[in-house]
């Protein structure tokens, strides 16, 4: 039984948790003072010791991407915070920037002493106005104790952060998207090579890290990479945040060790709502691959969760009960993907076009018998075709849910239309939108994107 | 001067070669070399969209995707888990390459992302502009699937967007393979069209607010003109978004006021037809495009590419030579595109090259001779045709006459081929007896005429576009690359992108060309370029020199090892400059290149169309080069005797001689008057000439006033070769069968007329004719001597004082240049492409603004005792004070005609009475009187 282990979110229901003194007064900041009088190839080799992997969904391992940077020439190097949360059901970096802030800005001083870097960004979804602030607000008060600007802690280690606010783009929270966005041009992915570490933020070697693995880092740094790596599995290290929401009694953050279970989840968030089935899940946000109830003793951890055919990606743990039209869900995680898709590559940009008028038909009981063939043979043209992950992720939610489901789908073409209740599975009573392909088709709009997602 | 040791001449770098394997088939490459290239070195096509060798890669359409593995570390080849974009991706060693030839997965992938690509693409090929030459359509019937499985709903957009006068999109037939803003990002670096939206409604644009979705209720252009007709009805309804709320609402009418005020500031960059200046390239955008979303206003629906026939072809319009094609049907040109030479032009021309075809067919086209007579008082009848026979009567009577009283002048002008050059230079001497013959149809000296026949005739090819690419610096003397030679522009923007080329430009300011050369202002007043460039010659170690001075960076450039100084026409009618140029040479070791702006200089400087010289570079003065000359015409007798060995009268020796009877008679080509910087007395002259032959294309001021017209055939229609400033020799054949002659031919049978053979009776015989006498191997002319500048008011005088436009009165010096779009006879007939020039303004430093009383928007007169042209003013950043620049042959500016002044005198600027409304509503009034 492995149970719930707070360290990010340790001091969350402290009074006035974002203030600077409160991080203090629970400890903050031991780790940069500790930093300070380590050599940064220390410092980089103790993140590689703990396993620390990345926590924004690929889960590569933070002190090799660090380590990556060529031999310091002089010139600038950046750290980038992807701070751009924008992944359908993720939630865990808003709530700690807004809990705790002073994680990230130490973890960002941290990384930036051990990589060489003098002026840090973190880039904020923007639409998340008052995480802006809260940061904006961090940012300042570490300022105004020395633990930022010139000399800090009279080390001769000098560091600004730089807040900005990306446009409201999921797209930019691709990393070399989200550069360019930073630089001011459009948020497209860029070609790769050349990497980040060699030619990232104006063509400066760049690391672009997640929130929570910056902010994972002063732990790491102040108690030692074998408490981190006493934590979870061999090769999943340490704590992570899992985000439960859906129809869990007690949906929110759990911070447990990497390697805990929904099942053990479920038991702290009090269980499925109104002890409904529990009929599918995702375990990594939308993007990766549904799980269903056969899964709820699958380890979260990288490796099992991967063997298992999903992945664990931002630990985001969307629990839909049996009330819920797998069809009617999946087709509005299809319209994110459609609406959000940036445009450069063909298949992202057309297939997403194409498979949400699909899944609008089928849910709206026009669909046809080969639709579901077609639904497959198009997200196999579109995963590892695509420029960047984003139109690979777009296919998961699809050819999982026909995997798991697919009586489901054939019966809304048999019975022509959805045999589910769609108010069913809501709190509140409601009028469904209707999915409306043949209005729109009548009507000329565009459905394909930019009609939708609102 | 620094030592290097350099390599020998033409020897090249063996590329290092990388093994790998294609489709079984093992093969070696250059590193470096894309997949995509390799593929097709070996035969392999993979079908792409996005791809383009001059672009850099984008890997956007997805449509190349092949199966890639590679070795590991332990050399074990390991196939990489997706399919790899071919056009983005390198060979290396060991790679083993699967196309859609040998791989499912590959074929599978492509045939995938042809069928998206297909999806939203509209079916109307029957009558899309592409249709037939489309890569879509062709790639779609190798590599696509039979039958659609799409039965949604297809993507559509209201049609089309006008980009600009000339290029349309229709946004619904995009692939968004970005090769079009690529292209104007990367090589002309005009983005004025972008990627905009996102998603599927993403879209290719100009700024336009209407789809943007924060269109102002105007049209904002003033004048209801910002596009033809059929354009202006569909962008005004034309949205790209779901609407978004009432344009009229109250937040609106506020938030366009703001965004008048902007417009206003950047009027300066607004073209003709009202809209912000796009490019001089953007045609090749529409040549590039891989569908039929990018159009040409002038050939959309005109025509379908299998009923063409397609000639290449040398463009007329600079002296760069790029080469081109010319697409025709039934007689009429059609099109043109422009040709592949990685030599000179590339895959680029200029939209001038591109779209200015129309005036070779012009309604006022010359088909028959025509005749005059004059009474008893000299006062002349109306031309009326005429036989070529009793045209070339009355003309050889009317010149032997004229030859046997006082003479007569040449004004062969600059747009002639080599061939017919040639046989002007021979008629002139051969047959009238005279080296009063002269091409330059522009601002011109003496000094230029020694520098010509020093540097650059007879010396065969000098600096090629390949070195200019890769000088490590250029200096533009006197030479706006981007208005006057637009390919060499663009080889000179490459070779700042890819080489690290450094530029500097001789200028009163930083014109929009230089800043994308990203190149360094050396600033001279108009009329200062000598000294200027005499203060380059030595390092510039004078201790009071600011740090960062361009002129210590320019001089300290121009002595690396294949550094450049290109000479602009402009330079010739500043006193010392061209002898400047050559001791600036002399002093840093860079090389000089001379780049005229008219397609047949270089040829006419090779063919003796000067005053001083004879072909291949020959001086008359030399008895040697005379004797050569003779021996190779064949001279002997009178005609022997009839070769001067004193140098003639100029261009404006010519006029002057002519109005005052010191010459009785003239055979002009190809010269427009206004052109000449004193037209009105050019005038006089030509009426005062007792008799006058004009060859032409089209009817001008000169057969106005001529006895006999001979029709001359124009490009199109006849065969004939340009030397460009390259001195590369640019041969093309005639497009469209014809029966009008070329000059030379035309020439032949006059000189026949009067008893000479000219040697040019076919195109053939000419071009012979021009290779039998080679270059000059005996001394060369000698150098210009060193002139003083007629007022050295530049940064080398410390004190103001007597410096015009310092703000003690309303005078400044004038600077004046052409555009490549302006009101010049060869753009003639063509509506969409005028759109598109750069609306003339008055450009004035901030200083000398205020010292005026002039702000920015405000109309302002530009005045000589001759007469004033008045434009809105655009105060210029970092322009030289006391200097005032309008463009010399715009609309609503000639300056040579209305001002009678030429680039360095003085004129007066002031304020324009009339403009009494606000800043706003002066400029919407127009540009010209």
Redesign the interface.
Known sequence: MTDLLPVLTDTWDAPRSWRLSTYEKHGGYAGLKKALRMAPSDLVQTVKDSGLRGRGGAGFPAGMKWGFLPPDDGGPRYLVVNADESEPGTCKDIPLMMASPQHLIEGAIITSYAIGCNHAFIYVRGEVLHVYRRLLEAVAEARRVGYLGTNILGSGFDLEITVHAGAGAYICGEETALLDSLEGLRGQPRLKPPFPAVEGLYARPTVVNNVETVASVPGIVDRGSDWFTAMGTEKSTGHGLFSLSGHVTRPGQYEAPLGITLRELLDEAGGMRGGKALKFWTPGGSSTPLFTAEHLDTPLDYESVGAAGSMLGTRALQLFDETVCVVRAVSRWTDFYAHESCGKCTPCREGTYWLKQILHRIEGGEGQDQDIDVLLDLCDNILGRAFCALGDGATSPITSSIQYFRDEYQAHIDGRGCPFDPSASALFPYTPRTPMPSAAAASGQLVGAGGGGH | MTVTTSKPEGEVAEPKMVAFTIDGIEAQVPEGTLIIRAAEQLGIEIPRFCDHPLLE???????C?VEVAMPDREGNVRPM???QASC?MTVTPGMVVKTQVTSPVAD??QQ??M???L??HPLDCPVCDKGGECPLQNQAMSAGRADT??E??K??FPKPVSLSSQILLDRERC??CQRCTRFSDEIAGDAFI??Q??????QIGRFDEKILGFESPGCGCGDGGCGSADETSSSAADTG??DTGAPDSPGREAAVIGADAAAAKSRAETDAGGQGFSSYFSGNTVQICPVGALTGASYRFRSRPFDLVSVPSIAEHDSCGSAIRIDHRRGQVLRRLSGEDPVVNEEWITDKDRFAFTWQSAPDRLTTPLVRERDEAGDRGELRPASWAEALEVAAQGLARARAAAGVGVLPGGRLTVEDAYAWSRFARQVLGTNDVDQRARAHSAEEAEFLAHAVAGTGIGVTFAELEKAPAVLLAGLEAEEEAGVTFLRLRKGVAKHGTRVFGLAPYASRGLTKLSGTLVPAVPGTEATVLAGLRGPVTDPTTPAGDPRAAASQALREQGAVILVGERLAASRGACAAVLELAAATGARVAWIPRRAGERGGVEAGLLPNLLPGGRPVTDPAARAEVTAAWGLSGEEASRLSAAPGLDTAGIIDALSVGHLSGAIVGGVELADLPDPAHARTALGAAGFLVSLEVRRSEVTDLADVVLPVAPPVERAGSYWNWEGRVRSFGAALDSTALPDHRALHALAAQLGSDLGAGTPGEAHLAVAALGAWTGPRAGAPGARTPEFTAAGATPTPAGRPGTGADDTAVLASWRMLLDDARGQDGERHLAGTAKRPVVRVSSTTASALGLSDGVQARVVTGRGAITLPVAVTAGMVDGVVWVPLASSGSRVHDTLGAAPGDVVRVRAAQAAGGSAGKSIDTGSAE
């Not at chain 2, 890669?57 to 449509?63: I, K, L, N, T, V």
């Not at chain 2, 939206?197 to 993403?202: E, I, S, V």
């Open positions: 890669p984008a890997g956007a359409c997805r449509q995707l888990p997706k399919p983005t599978k992938a995938g992302v069928e998206l690509l999806m939203n499985r799409f949604d709903v993507r559509t692939v968004l972008a990627l939206m996102r998603g599927a409604t993403q978004v779901p």
